[in-house]
């Protein structure tokens, strides 16, 4: 039987009277590419934004590994092994790649004071950043700087400075948005790459990559669960077509 990693009952984010995040429930199994999708305002973001601790639940519990994590801090969140791509890490558009990595790597440390020293001071890390760079396909982009790289290279070094901080569970906020066939190829395979030995969860709204990619969906709409399952599961629930896959196909 698989092992839930993360474990999420009645998460509820209310702004007033309105429930952006209405009572979700959510079982990530370990190991698995599990997609969080519906229509926009279905309250996705939200979601991302209270598992990560950005944003106080109204409600609810959060388990990571069985521990609760519900109301820690995103640094602790973080510390913990539950990371969403570009919230701790970041991209410094005048530093090349193989800093932006080097930084990142930092935050592993006890330290971060070696970020305003001398460079020489990061020349340890070197091995470790191209090991990510490499595994990402940006051994020739190292020398770069990083706001001169194109959108899908620029993208998959964002997830190699998440990589860097060596998470158990990793959000992606819809990794593919804006790119073109050729770069969502690339990030969708760059993903099933870095989902070895780790657990992912991604907010896509391109049902291909969805499709192609993730173990399990689930759907919200109006901040609720309205469907869980395999992507032909819920591709075949009324529920969902009404409210998301009718829309994306008209």
Known sequence: MTQTVLEVRGLTRRF???????GVDLDIAEGEIHALIG???????????????????SSGTIRLRGETISGLGMDRIA???LVRSYQISSIF?????????????QQGRRTNF??????????GLNDAA???????????????RAGDLPYGRKRA?????????????????????????????????????VAAGRTVVMVEHNLPVVKGLCERV????????????TYDEVAGDPRVVEAYLGKAHA
């Open 157 to 193: 070094l964002e997830i190699a400075t998440t990589l860097a901080l060596d998470p158990q569970v990793l959000l992606l906020d819809e990794p593919t948005s804006g790119m073109g066939r050729e770069d969502i190829g690339r990030v969708t395979d760059l993903i099933r790459k």
């Open 218 to 229: 689930t759907v919200l709409a109006r901040g609720q669960v309205i469907a869980r399952g």
């Open 79 to 81: 510390q913990r092994g």
């Open 130 to 144: 191209m090991g990510l760079l490499d595994d990402l396909g940006l051994s020739d982009w190292a020398e770069v």
């Open 39 to 57: 229509p926009n305002g279905a309250g996705k973001t939200t979601c991302f934004n209270l598992l990560t601790g950005s944003l106080p639940a």
């Open 93 to 105: 558009p005048d530093f090349t790649a193989l800093n932006n990595v080097r930084f990142a790597l």
């Open 16 to 22: 007033g009277a309105f429930k952006a995040v209405d």
């Open 114 to 123: 070696d970020f305003w020293r001398s460079e020489l001071s990061l020349t």
